[in-house]
């Protein structure tokens, strides 16, 4: 019988002792000269619950995560982008109850709780100094909404007495306070109650991320409006702690091979009609 190939014995090494084999892609295309150690990457890491890939989120945030009403497990694009990663790293999922967005990357960073943040959260610099961020998955900009039949426009509600709600901690909020420095603004632990508390009145604008605010405007919020998109031009990013280097290799690896074999395209047709 012929021996293993070196890919086929570091992936029959893999459970073994703890390292873990992800294609790098390319080998659907390379015409056959793929089965090589360069095609590959090994990674080691450690994880909070031996074979599963922990994840916290902030599941008010649809369509990228929320709680399905009848079962009440998590449901939404980054859920499905959970899966194929534990798929593709050959592990289990699994999913902790929804927290404060900003005590993710609090979590992540202390250690012990999960694997990783998955979250519709944006890259920037100040969440890279306190945790690993993975390559860019998703595009999203900016988005001020107000009820249908408002005259408010970004000048009128930039005024003390205009009040506009945000997600405590995200982009949006940094949003606000920058370009909207004379208006009330109030923090809220998520968007679904900030759209409520505009659809009743008690704000007069919410800023938030555009694909959200476009999917639940077109969904189940029909009396809201989309007054000013704002290109902000952020990235989404897997949120990993900096003691577990091996970790987001092993992400970043399996995001490109979502890519290479589709994976991607499938998730983001399912929640957004289309590849993005
Ligand atoms: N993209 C924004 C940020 O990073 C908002 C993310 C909110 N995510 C959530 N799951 N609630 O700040």
Not at 7 to 25: E, H, M, W
Request: proline share 4%; net charge negative; hydrophobic share 40%.
């Amino acid at each position: 019988m012929s021996t293993l190939s070196r890919r086929d014995f570091l992936a029959a090494s893999a459970s073994a002792i703890g390292l873990v084999l992800t294609a790098c892609g390319g080998s659907k295309t390379d015409g056959g000269a793929a089965d090589t150690a360069a095609d590959a990457v090994a990674a080691e890491y450690t994880l909070v619950n031996e074979g599963k890939l922990t994840c916290i989120s902030n599941l008010y945030f649809p369509p990228f995560e929320s709680m399905d009403e009848k079962t009440g497990e998590p449901v939404g694009f980054d859920i499905d982008m959970s899966k194929s990663l534990a798929e593709h790293l050959g592990l289990e999922v699994n999913w902790l109850p929804s927290q404060a967005f900003d005590s993710l990357v609090p979590t992540i960073k202390a250690g012990g709780t999960a694997d990783i943040a998955i979250a519709g959260m944006t890259i920037t610099d100040a969440r890279k100094a306190e945790v690993d961020m993975s390559d860019p998955y998703v595009d999203s900009n900016q988005s001020l909404v107000t009820k249908v039949g408002s005259e408010d426009t970004l000048e009128t509600l930039n005024a003390a007495e205009k009040k506009i709600a945000v997600q405590a901690g995200t982009t949006g909020a940094d949003w606000a306070a920058e370009n909207l420095p004379n208006a009330t603004i109030v923090p809220l632990d998520d968007i679904i109650s900030a759209m409520n508390g505009v659809l009743t009145g008690s704000y007069d604008g919410l800023v938030t991320d555009l694909p959200v605010s476009s999917y639940q405007i077109k969904n189940s919020f029909t009396d809201l409006q989309i007054i000013e998109e704002i290109p902000t031009g952020e990235q989404y990013g897997i949120a990993i702690s900096k003691d577990n280097p091996g970790l987001t290799a092993a992400i970043n690896a399996a995001l490109q091979a979502m890519e290479d074999d589709g994976s991607r395209d499938a998730i983001e047709t399912t929640w957004f009609g289309a590849a993005l």
